[in-house]
């Protein structure tokens, strides 16, 4: 849109423009230089951030071409094409944490809940064997099923998603125990408070919701607010979803991912001690 400088300096104002340009009449004179004069509305700070930029480079153009010279330097940006990566690629990952996560809690904390109904958790108590062997046993018992399942998601996702695992399967299948034992402990956790199996669901969904949304199932952690991000990076699904992510997606070995195996340790021994202190033989832990 062209005009006075004054109808256009109302039209920025009234918001019906973005940008307002002044070119002088000594626009074309290249003895010497032109003051342009620019108006623009400072609170659009994302748009002038694109706008700005362009608008040098294009006046910066024009000079040398008034000025009859050539750059010198020119960027040549050449495509290497070493590997395209899909959202479906990006996402795999998070749905193989969160559906472990799920499956775990959901599965033995049920089995308490159903075991204590049936009291057998009371026959078990007349018996030599300790909560933490009795944990651990239930723990491998599930382990099994819940990798079946996530063999099953795997499968699918390769073979007709076509979607691309640049890592080793050994190192992804580690890391995937590592994490359903953090969560079967959690589910033991859930189970040990909760009197019904809806109960269990209750309970499980306000463990398993808050980390569906922060632990970069979905999207990257860093795109979230500053403020989030640290209670984010410190979720024990945060640590297993970077870890999957790490070796699926990057192709990245186990050294390569020692921090996140040190975060899933460490949550590793929390959930397991705290599935200890709260189990109990006979009643729900008040």
């Given amino acids: 849109e062209t005009g006075d400088e004054a109808t256009l300096r109302q039209a920025l104002l009234a918001g019906d423009v973005t940008?307002?340009?002044v070119i002088p009449e000594s626009f074309d004179d290249t003895t010497q230089g032109t003051d342009i004069t620019v108006y623009v509305d400072a609170s659009q700070v994302r748009l002038l951030g694109f706008i700005m930029p362009a608008?040098?480079?294009?006046?910066?153009?024009?000079e040398r071409k008034l000025r009859h010279t050539e750059p010198l330097f020119n960027l040549d940006v050449k495509d290497v094409k070493?590997?395209?990566?899909r959202y479906l690629d990006f996402l795999l990952p998070g749905i193989l944490a969160f559906t472990l996560m799920q499956v775990s809690i959901a599965g033995s904390g049920f089995n308490i809940v159903e075991y204590r109904r049936k009291g057998i958790l009371k026959r078990l108590?007349?018996?030599?064997?300790?909560?933490?062997e009795f944990i651990a046993a239930i723990c491998l018992a599930r382990l099994a099923w819940c990798l079946m399942q996530l063999t099953v998601l795997i499968l699918v996702a390769v073979f007709l998603l076509k979607v691309t695992i640049l890592g080793n399967f050994a190192s992804l299948y580690f890391v995937m125990v590592l994490g359903a034992i953090i969560f079967l402990c959690a589910g033991f956790c859930v189970g040990s408070v909760s009197r019904t199996q809806q109960g269990v669901g209750a309970v499980g969904n306000i463990v398993i919701f808050?980390?569906?949304?922060l632990s970069g199932v979905f999207?990257?952690?860093s795109v979230m607010p500053d403020v989030v991000q640290p209670v984010a990076h410190a979720l024990p699904l945060s640590f297993v979803v970077n870890a999957l992510?790490?070796?699926?997606?990057?192709?990245?070995?186990?050294?390569?991912l020692w921090p996140q195996l040190a975060g899933i340790c460490v949550w590793m021994v929390i959930a397991f001690v705290l599935a200890t202190r709260l189990f109990s033989w006979k009643e729900v832990v008040r």
């Fill in 82 to 85: 070493a590997r395209s990566q």
């Fill in 245 to 256: 992510r790490g070796i699926a997606n990057d192709g990245a070995s186990l050294v390569d």
């Fill in 219 to 221: 999207f990257p952690i």
């Fill in 125 to 132: 108590f007349v018996t030599p064997i300790r909560p933490a």
């Fill in 210 to 213: 808050p980390q569906l949304f």
């Fill in 19 to 21: 940008m307002v340009l």
């Fill in 55 to 62: 608008l040098q480079k294009t006046l910066l153009d024009l």
